[in-house]
């Protein structure tokens, strides 16, 4: 069966450090891979997402950045936090032959 | 105005009620996903709808294209399905985007 795991599950990071989130899904081969943000009190944001290795589109502009150095891994990475960079981040896939969308446990990230 | 509306934003029951929770949506769709948010913050995808009804125990969901619009049903609610109900639509044309509705807050009272 498919599963997808995202760590680490809570951070707190000052202003300026770097992050990097990591997700990983197991058990499909080739699915598409997103990166979605809650700010609070907010919906669900999409940041980016993959549909295959090397393959990152955006979808706002941002302090964030993604890789896919693998086909069944995703990182969320930024060079220097800002404050509004806080939020509830949540890695998610979906197989090519359907349409069903499956949430990673999510990421509790604190800028202070 | 947002592209995906749910009502009520809140809605508190007593157990074993009847609820239903609505989302309207302004664009052509492929697909709508009905997803359940935990108070950890856990999401879980309750169901994918393109056309028609499907049901899964006590939930049922529904979707009229014509009308754009969704609803989701909770027969014989229970404490436990206390949790944020979000809708989100898949737009026409293979868009990779989800959007989403704000969400429903759903309490159930013992």
Known sequence: ????????????????SPLSLECTVEGTSNPNLYWYRQAAGRG????????????????VPQ???ASRPQDRQF??????LLLSDSGFYLCAWRGGSG????FGEG?????? | KNEVEQSPQNLTAQEGEFI????SYSVGISALHWLQQHPGGGIVSL?????????HGRLIATINIQEKHSSLHITASHPRDSAVYICAVRRQGGSEKLVFGKGTKLTVNP
């Open chain 2, 47 to 55: 169901f994918m709808l393109s056309s028609g009804k499907k049901k």
């Open chain 1, 107 to 112: 990421s509790w990230l604190t800028v202070v």
């Open chain 1, 99 to 102: 349409n069903t969308i499956y």
């Open chain 2, 20 to 23: 239903t929770i609505n989302c």
């Open chain 1, 44 to 59: 669900l944001q999409l940041l980016f997402y993959s549909v295959g290795i090397g393959q990152i589109s955006s979808e």
């Open chain 1, 1 to 16: 069966s498919q599963t997808i795991h995202q760590w680490p599950a809570t951070l707190v990071q000052p202003v300026g």
């Open chain 1, 63 to 65: 302090n964030l950045s």
């Open chain 1, 75 to 80: 990182i969320l990475s930024s060079k220097k």
